[in-house]
């Protein structure tokens, strides 16, 4: 423990409970803004696949071996309250409580919610936060790297990350035959190391290529997928892009763009870009039964749901959070 710590332990800390609705957020500060679609500067490697000049939609292949267990891992997250840490001559920071859940689904003949985990924290960038020990549950105190709203939140994706990736890891100790692929809702990014996975994202807030090739995104139909290419941003991938079934004729209706390792062979690289292909247009979503539809598929929606009710009541846990500020 470094000093500031220690000093900091030694002084009586107690938290207060912002009275603002959280998804509002706190009553202080300025909101993040940004264009919701802007052009990127990721270094592109366009030919990893196919040269360039002869990108076209690639059609699914229709034989071949297939896993036979696929995994979707997913995680939720809520706020349950917004706080502010303080004390006698202690700084006011302001922190968050919040309930997050991962989940794992298993498909092999079935569909069943293998495994799920529940976790609360007291989010905050104040070294002397301490647990809070609520009538309904514990927010344990977990240091965040700055105190501004992103960094909050950063830091419970973060840990909701490594929720995810404990689920993954536990399951494929216990079935250790590797005969699976694992999806993972999201950028892969801080879980590239586990094999056999993809990481599903679902919204698109960069354009990422350039007009001739984004062009072949648009040509997409139901069940294609463009050629993998490498891209880097603050870190290195594989990447592709497929059109789900269901979604209509806008150029980019049903995208979704999946991702793998930058380390993996080009072999391996071409053979999870077309299991993708074939796995996942089976398993999209219909607009009638979910507003995300059809990127938002069943596995995953279902899960989602489940997860959500996990968490528990906010509005409960918001009133116990509020008792709790208030006890002596």
Same mark, same amino acid.
């Given at each position: 423990m470094t000093a500031a710590e220690t000093a900091a332990a030694e002084r009586p800390v107690s938290f207060t409970v912002d009275p603002w609705d959280p998804s509002y957020g706190m009553a202080f500060g300025e909101e993040l803004t940004g264009d919701p679609l802007?052009?990127? /500067?990721a270094e592109?490697? =366009? !030919?990893?696949?196919? #040269? &360039?000049? %002869?990108? *076209? @939609?690639? $059609? $699914?292949?229709s034989d071949g071996p297939v896993p +036979? /267990?696929?995994?979707f891992l997913d995680g939720v997250r809520r706020i349950d309250a917004r706080v502010w840490v303080h004390g006698e001559g202690v700084q006011p920071m302001p922190g968050i409580a919040a309930s997050y859940a991962a989940g794992l689904v298993c498909l092999n003949g079935t569909a069943r919610i293998a495994d799920v985990a529940v976790e609360r924290g007291l989010f905050t960038a104040a070294v002397e936060a301490a647990d809070i020990d609520s009538r309904h549950a514990r927010y344990v105190a %977990?240091?965040? &790297?700055? @105190? &501004? #709203? !992103? *960094?909050?939140?950063l830091a419970v994706q973060q840990h909701l990350s490594e929720a995810e990736v404990r689920l993954a890891l536990l399951f494929r100790a216990t079935h250790p035959d590797g005969d699976d692929l694992l999806f993972v809702d999201g950028p892969l990014r801080g879980r590239t190391h586990l094999d056999r996975t993809i990481g599903y994202v679902k919204t698109?807030? +960069? /354009?990422?290529l350039p007009p001739e090739q984004a062009?072949?995104?648009? &040509? =997409? *139909? #139901?069940g294609e997928r463009t050629p993998a290419f490498t891209?880097? /941003?603050?870190?290195r991938r594989n990447s592709w892009y497929l059109r789900l079934p269901g979604a209509g004729d806008a150029p980019w209706a049903g995208v979704v763009r999946l991702e793998c390792s930058a380390d993996l062979p080009l072999r391996e690289v071409r053979r999870l870009a077309g299991l993708s292909a074939r796995l996942l247009p089976p398993l999209a979503s219909s607009r009638h039964k979910d507003p995300r539809a059809p990127q938002n598929l069943v596995p995953i929606g279902g899960l989602e749901r489940e997860l959500r009710r996990r968490l528990g009541d906010q509005q409960l846990l918001y009133r116990s959070l509020r008792s709790a500020a208030a006890a002596p």
């Open positions: 802007h052009e990127s /500067t592109l490697k =366009l !030919d990893l696949e196919v #040269p &360039a000049d %002869r990108w *076209q @939609p690639m $059609a $699914a292949e +036979t /267990t696929i995994l %977990r240091k965040a &790297a700055g @105190p &501004a #709203p !992103d *960094q909050l939140s698109h807030h +960069t /354009t990422y062009a072949v995104v648009g &040509a =997409l *139909q #139901p891209m880097g /941003t603050s870190w």
